[in-house]
């Protein structure tokens, strides 16, 4: 239509580059052979191809948004590991050299201890978490430590809401709603909203005082997730770990002010926290 003169690459007869040396050498000679192969070798693509598509699918199941990350679960059959691997990589952002040293790296942590992890490329993380390994970039920043108040506080994509509620409404609805907590609001005056420190500790619901560390080990929560937690605390004693209240603040046959405490999950807050209101 517009006359273009045909041009040959100048690399197509080099015989030192592999595609050429198939293309020119092993292609001709396997035809004199065996008239048919590249019939069969077409045939075999197709399958390959229908095969790869099918194992992806597997290898998929058991990859999974979890907490912030991509997480590859390990009871993926061993044969389908590798595979898996490579997709958790690609949906965590590895663009590059995921199929071979990075991935052998994610295979080796299935096999040490919980904690272990290893970079990868793009600035990620590969680490053992349980029964998962987790790929996922590392966070910076932190919470500002703010006075208790009624309001929204929001951080990495938690949000936690503080609310005053009716006495006989909290305790007809204590325990059974998820993620929603009830507690004492005179037992809270003067906590704050902050992330963890060392030295922490925590009066489980009906159970016994331990470090704040070992309470989230017991709860399996995963390490990179543990400065993302917004605690209410007084002092080095937590009042609320995030999944539940302390012992200390519990509804009991004296309390005058019921405070109804909302956290969960929220996509769309990632960052400082916001609109607290109310001091108590």
């Known amino acids: 239509m517009h006359s273009l003169p045909f041009r040959e690459d100048e690399t197509n007869a080099d015989t030192d580059i592999t595609r050429n040396f198939i293309r020119s050498e092993i292609l001709p000679r396997m035809k004199k052979i065996f008239p048919a192969g590249e ?14 598509a099918f194992l992806d699918e597997l290898a ?13 679960r390990l009871s993926v059959p061993p044969a ?29 942590r299935k096999e040490k201890q919980n904690g272990a992890e290893v970079s990868l490329p793009g600035g990620l993380i590969a680490k ?29 994509g938690k949000t936690l809401v503080v609310e005053s509620c009716g006495i006989e409404q909290a305790r ?65 004693e937590i009042l609320f770990s995030g999944r539940e209240i302390s012992e200390k603040v519990k509804l009991d046959e004296s309390t005058v ?7 969960s999950a929220a996509e769309s807050c990632k960052t400082a926290p916001a609109g607290a209101k109310t001091p108590f």
């Open 172 to 236: 007809r609805l204590c325990g059974k709603e998820k993620n929603v907590f009830y507690a004492d609001g005179e037992k809270l005056a003067g906590a704050v909203v902050r992330t963890r420190k060392d030295g922490d500790v925590f009066e489980k619901f009906g159970g016994k005082t331990k470090k704040l560390k070992e309470y989230f080990i017991d709860e399996k929560i995963p390490e990179r997730l543990r400065n993302d937690i917004l605690l209410i605390a007084k002092g080095k």
């Open 39 to 52: 019939r069969a070798l077409l045939r075999f693509g197709e399958t390959a191809r229908e095969e790869d």
């Open 128 to 156: 053992r978490e349980y029964d998962k390994i987790s790929f996922f970039a590392p966070q910076n920043g932190a919470f500002a430590e703010t006075p208790l108040a009624e309001g929204k506080f929001t951080f990495r």
């Open 60 to 72: 998929s199941d058991s990859v999974e948004e979890s907490g912030g990350a991509v997480a590859l």
């Open 257 to 263: 002010k019921a405070l109804k405490i909302t956290y």
């Open 80 to 108: 389908l590991f590798g595979r898996a691997a490579v997709l958790a990589m690609k949906r965590a952002g590895v663009r590059a050299d995921y199929t071979h040293e990075p991935a052998r790296s994610v295979r080796a």
